[in-house]
């Protein structure tokens, strides 16, 4: 009866030092599973491979695999056979040159996680560069009817949680915009998008601004042009403004001198326009309120650095009068 219990007690010593030696070496641990980033996920989904190739053939596969966090608007697979449909020399992705194909997939990447429910309208800037220094192209974003971009492509599947941020799935490839995408996809410029289409003008205004630029617009909300029929009576509508009147105006927003963000602007500094012979004054003496000032009319700075391809825009409040 001793011996068998002493045989017991040896079997039960060596059973525990087995399993904690197994525990101390780390043998029993489960490994951790691989983090799914945002490129992995879009490797390993249904609807996302293309993007997932697409970054591979661009180089940025390391990039969107690394920390961010990012907020992605991914395309899904019929958005991009659409862009490869829309260009007769694209047959495949290999196609699309390496530098383009950069500048289209970092437009619709922003730093940042922002889930739909954090989401704004408004504009966010995303990494893709413009060669204007340091400046990347903005995103403009609308909720007024869902989640749309640029005025064109929509959110169809939002909030995809992944180990380095988030990613909505959107219908369309977003190109990254110029100015006049920025004019026409924003409500609140309506108005300035009217002024600039109206067809007795001598110029064209929107085949000018479609240029490489680069260059700087101080864009009138349509409250500025609410504003500036009001101070005429015999101007009810765009159409009674004479034609004349309306293109020195408009020519008077415009500055091709280059694409001059808010961190260029010089208190006193003169910014040459369109309109022949005519120039802008910044006026910095409030720092929390800058200022262009006209011949006949000032106005505040109410939104700054949308940036585009060909250039930039900054929202004022008021029509300028040369």
């Not at 009319?297 to 009068?321: E, F, K, P, W, Y």
């Amino acid at each position: 009866m001793k011996k068998s219990l002493l045989w017991l007690l040896a079997l039960a010593l060596i059973s525990t030092t087995t399993f904690t030696s197994c525990d101390d070496d780390g043998d029993g641990d489960m490994p951790d599973p691989d983090p799914v980033t945002i490129v992995s996920f879009a490797a390993n989904s249904d609807n996302y491979t293309t993007l997932a190739a697409a970054v591979q053939a661009a180089g940025l596969e390391t990039a969107l695999s690394g920390t961010g966090p990012f907020t992605v608007f991914a395309p899904d697979n019929d958005a991009f056979q659409a862009l490869l449909d829309s260009n007769p020399d694209w047959n495949g992705l290999d196609d699309i040159p390496q530098e383009v194909l950069t500048a289209v997939l970092t437009n619709h990447v922003v730093s940042g996680e922002v889930t739909s429910a954090q989401l704004m309208s408004g504009y966010y800037t995303t990494l893709s560069a413009t060669g204007f220094g340091d400046a990347n192209v903005s995103l403009y974003v609308n909720l007024d009817n869902g989640v749309t971009l640029n005025g064109g492509p929509q959110v169809v599947a939002a909030d995809n949680e992944v180990s380095n941020g988030v990613i909505h799935g959107v219908d369309a490839v977003i190109m990254p915009a110029n100015i006049v995408t920025f004019a026409t996809s924003n409500p609140a410029l309506s108005t300035l998008v009217a002024a600039l289409t109206r067809a007795d003008l001598s110029t064209d205004f929107v085949a000018a601004l479609n240029g490489d630029g680069p260059f700087t617009v101080f864009a009138p909300s349509n409250d500025a042009f609410a504003a500036l029929l009001d101070s005429n009576p015999d101007w009810n509508s765009l159409d009674d403004i004479p034609a004349a009147t309306l293109e020195a105006v408009l020519s008077y927003h415009v500055s091709a001198a280059g694409n001059v963000r808010s961190g260029d602007l010089m208190d006193q500094m003169e910014v040459p326009t369109l309109a022949e012979n005519q120039s802008l004054q910044i006026d910095l003496s409030n720092p929390d309120q800058p200022q262009v000032v006209a011949a006949n009319s000032t106005a505040n700075i109410v939104a700054v650095d949308i940036q585009g391809t060909n250039g930039v825009v900054h929202v004022i409040d008021t029509v300028l009068l040369p």
